[in-house]
């Protein structure tokens, strides 16, 4: 009878071992938090204690946390923006071409410059948030078309309260970049539609006379806005 229990004690003893070693491995392959979470509940199953290979976790741990920092410093460098077409915008809206803008420095990831200055995106305006903002919205939608078929797209585009966060000086340039905009929009694809929500009456005034100027045009060329 003690000779059958010390075999099964050794065969329990070698299923453990070998469920220690696969789990080994899996924890190396581990991709992220989940998958070692569910590596450990593996684990419990087969009766292996987490004190057994808790080295080995933090180990996995720490190399997940590596991988999902360096994907996330790849994607961030990788990550292709218009550059020259925000700073084009941006330069549309301000009349200057250093106002505020956006570099891509040496290290290959972007900053911010006010009036030539490097700052950090907590340091600028919210007005300068929300006009870089509209700026990369509208070179987003666009991303990956020819410059001749831009905005040539259906869209249903829904801009609210564009204008509210910007002082008198900036609004006229806000407002002639949302107007250059739509037009560019509309004229583009005649099934396009745009609404623009605003608080402020001077606001949907000088929208409404934009966009009686932009149907205007669109009659002209034949096209409906």
Known sequence: ?????????????????????????????????????????????????????????????????????????DQRKNYKLAVDQINQSLSYIYFSKTRFEVVLESDQLYHLKVNGMPVTPDKISCGERNALALCYFFTEIARETDFDKMYSSEFLLVIDDPVSSFDMENRVGILSFLRFKINQILSSCVTSKILVMTHDLSVLFDLQKAMDEIASACAANRKNA
């Open 1 to 73: 009878k003690n000779k059958i229990i010390t075999v099964e004690t050794q065969e329990k003893n070698k299923k453990e071992e070998f469920y220690k070693e696969c789990l080994k491995a899996d924890i190396k392959e581990c991709k992220n938090e989940k998958e070692v979470q569910k590596a450990n509940l593996i684990a419990e199953k087969h009766g292996i204690k987490y004190s057994d290979i808790s080295d080995l976790y933090s180990e996995a741990e720490e190399l997940v946390k590596k991988k999902e920092q360096k994907e996330l410093d």
